[in-house]
């Protein structure tokens, strides 16, 4: 691939790198305005047509991306100050935007609260046995307002962080008083979310089984907040995460489901029209179901790579892939850093890079099973090969079953996509057949049953994976230079392959030695449950006063130290809930 023909991609590679660049740099004040001063006058510069300007033109459009993308992300990480409220009791009315995973306490809201005259982004957690709220009202209850913690620990998850990434600075714990009162001021978007809400609550009335009902909501609706955890994790382990989740085979078999109805529909001269009211479609499918990024970003490809074809033009991959990147960060930069969005776009990357290569190394696709089968194949194994460095390097474990479970299970998908696409239309119209309600749920337990099979093999399924940044960009660099050995394997193409190899080993290796040397004494706090542990070289030990969280404590706290410390032998000891010193080489370390 020659980036000379990718002007789109090398452009918003450059607003990306500005995006970053502001991220880590934070400029505000006099050099802020500087780089404001400076892409006007780029922008002014590019008017005028001289021959100098000519040749230093494409310079000059990188630096006006990069400068826009500096700019863009100031903006979007500005937030409301209510720290005037923090751990108060206050009174509260709120609206909510989104549903959220219920937890063992509380369901979980994001939504707008008001504060006096002060309005602000939060997190509304409701007590578990209060009613569903909805859409249409105002909620007003006393609660108590909290931000987000910042973790004791770098190699814990920065919930803060995560929260403020989508404008959110602030909890609010309410209490089980709550008053209601019927909006005035519903947007046509709050009017879907409560349609979409009651299409949900038809879906629980049904007779279908409750892990039924669940995949159901999460695999065309979107919803995953009351999924169980066993389930969650099956699909985790077994690599098939994406086909729970809205992703862009959901929307191009939805597509492909309406188009295939106009066209038997509309007259062959109006077979254009097919296309644009396919497209209309499934805009508003997406709407409906929330503009998660994956869904963004596969409606914006499909739609850019459709006009392309209305057009007579030569549709183009990467032109799709770097203008729904560009639309989706233009809205709102912090999106580059939502995994989703890595993900979803590193995986397209990977299908566009590698996926025709290995293609070449099956036989001819001569009918629709053998095409379906190795495409399947192939794209699973490209998409895989591209994010496998951020897995690794976001959740610390991969399962080599997951690449035979997605050559097993996404040949199906498109069965089991239309499937559930059907049930929710005939269940949101208030059409229940329990003829058809019984086979799909018998499909889809059938369905879990060897998705759990796939998870359960533990003999293929690694955690605790260290990785840094430097491993992962050398991980990037193999699978870059991965596919010229598949085009050719010659000497040339091999020995630089195996190059990368060994300097991703010398890395690690490295890596590896230097976090070894170091011993570290901590002292951890989760809840209310206080964890003691000693690291030295390779292994380290945990004392914990309270075993009944012991599983929380090994997933939130063991094990996520044992991957950042590169630990490959951990004990877990207990101590008494009385003990309130630790002395350990002659240091005392309190633990109240």
Known sequence: MKLQKQPLLILVICFILGIFFQEKMVLTGIALYLVIVICLIILAAICFHSYFLHKIKAFLLGLLFFGTGIILHFHNTFSADVSSFVKKKETVTFTISQKLNTTEKYKKYEGTAQVGNTTFNSIVYVPKDIKELDFLHYYKA??????PKTPQYDFQFHYARYLRRKHINYQVYLSKEIVSAERDDLTPADKLRQYRFLVLKNIDETGISGKTKEFLKGIILADRTEIDADTVQDFNKSGLVHFLAISGTHIVVIFGMFY?????????????????????????FAAFIGFGNSVLRSCIMLSVYF???????????LHSLALSAFFILTGDTQQFFDVGFQLSFLAVLGIFWLNQPLLKYFPKQDNYLKKLLFNTITISLSAQLATLPLVLYYFHQFSFI????NIVIVPFSEIIIVFSFLMTALIS??????????????VIQILLKIIHWFAEVDVLFFENIPMNGLEVLSVFMIVYLLRSVILKFNVKNSSRLMMAVVVFLIIRTGSNVFE???????????????????????????????????????????????????????????????VQKVVFRNESYDLR
């Open 429 to 442: 119209f208030g059409i229940d057949f329990e003829l058809i309600n019984g086979i799909y749920d018998f």
């Open 402 to 405: 997951s690449i035979v479970a």
């Open 516 to 578: 070894n040397q170091r011993e570290e004494v901590l002292i951890h706090t989760f809840n209310k449950t206080n964890i003691f542990s000693i690291k030295r070289g390779d292994k380290a030990c945990f004392w914990i006063s309270d075993m009944e969280n012991k599983d929380k404590v090994l997933q939130f706290v063991v094990k996520p130290y044992c991957s950042s410390r590169r630990i490959n032998h951990f004990e877990l000891k207990t101590f008494s809930d009385s």
């Open 142 to 147: 006393e609660a108590y307002i909290t931000q």
């Open 260 to 284: 295939f109805l106009l066209i038997r529909c509309i007259p062959l001269k109006f077979r254009k029209y097919a296309v644009v009211l396919s497209l209309v479609f499934i805009w508003l």
């Open 307 to 317: 006009i392309f074809v209305l057009l007579q033009r030569k549709p183009d991959l």
